[in-house]
């Protein structure tokens, strides 16, 4: 009796677990590291049309079909996602919660599979019908699918004990399995159950010293009967050596396709030179913010490279005037974020080839959309030049602006030079004071920013004014209604004399499409040759939205066809670069030796608690350095150190400027000149006794003896701020 009862109790507690397994998914991603997601983050995430592996029966008129097999590499990992398509032919209601799909290897390891939270809710399949429910586990950096052993599995409690299963069947994934469409077929993407066909349109690519920048055209066609909206997804480019490399997607900002409608997706990126062109694939990824994961949806072989004919970017070509003869050079044409508007801008090259000086012509043109449509343009000198000596050469940009929803297939800059005549009442007609020297021919889809890929630098070599552009890091600032977003920008000059840095204008992207206009932190001083200014590129996010594949835009501000000068308000920007974000670091360290806090350092020690009749002090010792040859912007950022008692009687803090590290003035070795308090202030150094307090004599009755307390360090901006070190310590025992 006591045998049965214990197997009935048990029974009872495996039924309560099953349904908590089968209704409440998101508690799974939060066992795996995860936390609960803001609202309204969970998205539904795309399926594609994979091929099926193999069926397993339940009985003659009902089965299971394993189908869209994939898998994806991740940071240390493989995610694997598949969808049981379940077909229920017979006469009553099958409960899929009966049921579950088990995943192991041949080799025997079992691993867990848990149900994308969109499917969690699918249970009761009617009779005479179909539902497809979607899966994904982790699995390590040595399986492949091939490895793969899907068994379906009934929940049944006649069985032994230890398992309470009984196995259905199982599917092996076959060895020549592929999930990746050949080159020329299309693949159907489900978006909200809605079947939209993709098709690699053609490839087009170009070419530097450095890295190759192609430019996939991907056709979506919704062969549906409704409208769908094409999610945020993330797409990159795959080489035959596992190589990832992120592309920007251009036109897909809040992108609907109607039935039976297609759109051209202009796909853009960079790619190593050193890297092998042959095999590449764009893989297709959605970010599950709710799972800290990104799950495949689709890959594409990618054809052969297209021809760019009829493209003038890269050609030269010659005119002639009154001073003699000149080579033109279009070199880039791009399409630029601007406000509520699109900037046009056009980059050449004039050259000298004679062997006289020659003057800088009085140019002028526009642009000219699809042969029809005329876009004025203002000419913009980037290099700091008077005349062409022989064989030299100078910078320009043209630039115009037009609607940000503007579509056009080609641009042709019309490159004239005024001849100085006039109206009769004194006035200059730009339209008949000016005559044509060259046309130049560009297409849409090569308007491309260049991308760099994290760790990347970007040089521009303007006379002059020559600096390289480098992304460090990524920072969150947690606030209470929104957070903010960082960039921190490494901006060398690579100048041989001391140089200003050129006011810039940026703009963050996210994978969505969306734009966001960046605040950029002045260094107003001179850098040195060789030396280095860190500028911190901000902006303002929902709380919780999610950053993953955003890049950053920036160019040098430009003012009435002048280069911003410093009390100047921009009114456009040329030169630009766009550069991936890396993902942001959020491990939170558990000592506080060696805080990097860029250009500083900071370690703490000797921290020790004293509490009396006046309230309660923190007392510690620190070390502060300073990397001399970074030149920094710190306003806005502040050190908070906090006192958090674990019973939560008692919390205070101290907040420490960042722009008040230098002390006020620094001598050659860096070291504070003026008078400071180092019981106040943090200041470049080694220093004893820095003190937090709190005053309240009724703090001696808080404090708990057996407890301790938790000092938190926060690196703050604007008044948001981000947990980077913490330690719990005994109160009245000293802690290294």
């Not at 691993?111 to 994904?136: C, G, H, M, T």
């Not at 799972?291 to 297209?306: E, G, M, Q, R, Y």
């Not at 000149?326 to 080839?353: C, H, M």
Request: hydrophobic content about 35%; proline content about 4%; overall charge neutral.
């Amino acid at each position: 009796m006591n045998s049965k009862r214990k197997r009935y109790k048990t029974c009872i507690v495996l039924l309560a677990a099953v349904l908590a397994f089968g209704s409440a998914l998101p508690a799974f991603a939060a066992e795996s590291g995860g936390t609960t997601p803001p609202s309204g983050t969970t998205a539904t995430v795309s399926t594609g049309t994979a091929p099926a592996i193999g069926k397993v029966a339940l009985n003659a008129t009902s089965y299971f079909e394993l189908k869209n097999v994939v898998m994806m590499p991740e940071q240390g990992n493989k995610t694997v996602t598949f969808t049981v398509g379940v077909h229920n032919g017979g006469t009553t209601d099958l409960q899929f919660i009966d049921y579950w799909p088990r995943l192991r290897t041949k080799s025997g390891n079992q691993i867990s599979v848990r149900v994308l939270p969109q499917d969690k809710d699918k249970n009761r399949i009617p009779a005479k019908s179909s539902q497809d429910i979607s899966f994904y586990a982790t699995v390590n950096e040595s399986t492949d699918l091939k490895d793969l052993i899907f068994e379906i599995i009934k929940w049944d409690f006649s069985m032994p004990e230890a398992d309470f299963v009984r196995k259905i069947g199982d599917v092996s994934v076959p060895d020549d399995y592929s999930v990746v469409t050949q080159a020329g077929q299309a693949h159907t993407i489900q978006m909200a159950s809605n079947p939209v066909k993709g098709t690699i349109k053609k490839v087009l690519m170009s070419k530097n010293e450095k890295n190759y920048t192609p430019t996939v055209v991907l056709n979506l066609e919704n062969v549906g009967s409704k409208s769908v909206a094409v999610p945020g997804y993330q797409y990159l480019l795959r080489t035959s050596e596992g190589y990832m490399y992120p592309l920007d997607a251009k036109t897909v900002k809040d992108l609907t396709l109607n039935p039976q409608t297609n759109k051209d997706i202009d796909l853009t990126g960079s790619v190593p030179v050193s890297v092998s062109t042959e095999g590449w694939q764009l893989v297709i990824v959605q970010n599950a913010q709710d799972l800290k994961l990104n799950l495949p949806i689709a890959f594409f072989a990618l054809p052969a490279v297209s021809d760019t004919d009829g493209v003038d970017t890269g050609k030269a070509f010659s005119f002639t005037n009154k001073a003699g003869t000149y080579t033109a050079q279009l070199n880039t044409v791009q399409r630029l974020p601007w406000e509520d508007q699109d900037i046009l801008t056009a980059g050449f090259t004039l050259s000298n080839k004679g062997p006289e000086a020659l003057p800088i012509p009085d140019l002028t043109g526009y642009f000219k959309l699809d042969d029809n449509v005329k876009v004025e343009a203002k000419l913009v000198r980037t290099d700091n030049v008077i005349g062409l000596a022989p064989n030299a050469e100078a910078q320009f940009q043209f630039i115009g602006k037009i609607p940000y929803t503007s579509q056009f297939g080609k641009v042709k800059l019309v490159l004239q030079e005024k001849t100085g005549s006039g109206s009769s009442d004194g006035k200059t007609d730009q339209q008949t004071a000016a005559s044509d020297l060259l046309e130049f021919v560009h297409r849409s889809e090569l308007m491309n920013i260049p991308y760099n890929n994290f760790g990347e630098t970007y040089k521009v070599t303007n006379v002059g004014r020559s600096v390289s552009y480098k992304v460090r890091s990524v920072t969150t600032y947690a606030g209470d209604t929104a957070d903010t977003y960082t960039a921190l920008l490494e901006v060398g000059n690579l100048e041989t004399r001391a140089s200003d840095i050129s006011k810039l204008v940026g703009y963050f992207k996210t994978a969505q499409g969306r734009y966001y206009p960046a605040s950029i932190s002045e260094v107003k001083s001179k850098i040195s040759p060789d030396g280095k200014a860190l500028l911190l590129l901000s902006t303002n996010i929902a709380k919780g939205f999610p950053t993953s594949g955003m890049s950053v835009i920036i160019g040098e501000a430009v003012t009435e066809g002048k280069l911003t000068e410093a009390d100047k308000k921009p009114d456009a920007y040329v030169n630009a670069a766009a550069y991936w974000l890396p993902q942001e670091e959020f491990t939170v360290k558990k000592d506080f030796k060696n805080i990097d806090l860029v250009p500083y350092q900071l370690s703490l020690s000797n921290i020790r608690s004293i509490i009396d009749q006046q309230g309660v002090k923190l007392k510690l010792d620190y070390e502060l350095t300073k990397d001399l040859m970074l030149t920094t912007n710190m306003e806005g950022r502040k050190l908070i150190l906090e006192l958090d008692d674990a019973d939560r009687k008692i919390k205070f803090n101290k907040e420490f400027d960042f722009k008040d590290f230098d002390g006020g003035s620094t001598d050659k070795q860096g070291t504070a000149s003026g008078k400071l308090d180092p019981k106040d202030k943090i200041f470049i150094g080694k220093h004893k006794d820095l003190e937090l307090q709190a005053d309240d004599k009724n703090l001696i009755f808080e404090v708990s003896y057996v407890k301790k307390f938790k000092l938190n360090l926060y690196d703050s901006f604007q008044g948001q701020k981000k947990l980077i070190a913490t330690k719990e310590v005994e109160w009245f025992i000293t802690t290294e």
